[in-house]
């Protein structure tokens, strides 16, 4: 996992949010898109995939759905 700090606070971004961005690029959707299939902010959004959030499995499914990437647990 790669290790960012950000405002002095570490944290990881997990496999499946490496993916989610990756798909992001690939598919030239926006955060903005991804909130308006899920129905979450672009911020909360953004904090999930970054790992910066501990959340329930369904809020990682359904971003996940959104951008048609499959999760392991890791």
């Given at each position: 996992?790669?290790?960012?700090?950000?405002?002095?606070?570490?944290?990881?971004?997990?496999?499946?949010?490496?993916?989610?961005?990756?798909?992001?690029?690939?598919s030239?959707?926006?955060?903005?898109?991804?909130?308006?299939?899920?129905?979450?902010?672009?911020?909360?959004?953004?904090?999930?995939?970054?790992?910066?959030?501990?959340?329930?499995q369904?809020?990682?499914k359904?971003?996940?759905?959104?951008?048609?990437?499959?999760?392991?647990?890791?």
């Open positions: 996992k790669l290790n960012l700090s950000e405002k002095g606070e570490n944290y990881e971004i997990p496999e499946w949010g490496k993916q989610c961005k990756v798909r992001m690029i690939l030239g959707m926006t955060l903005q898109d991804v909130s308006d299939i899920t129905g979450y902010s672009r911020t909360y959004i953004s904090a999930v995939i970054n790992g910066r959030m501990i959340v329930p369904e809020t990682i359904r971003i996940t759905a959104a951008l048609k990437v499959s999760i392991d647990n890791d």
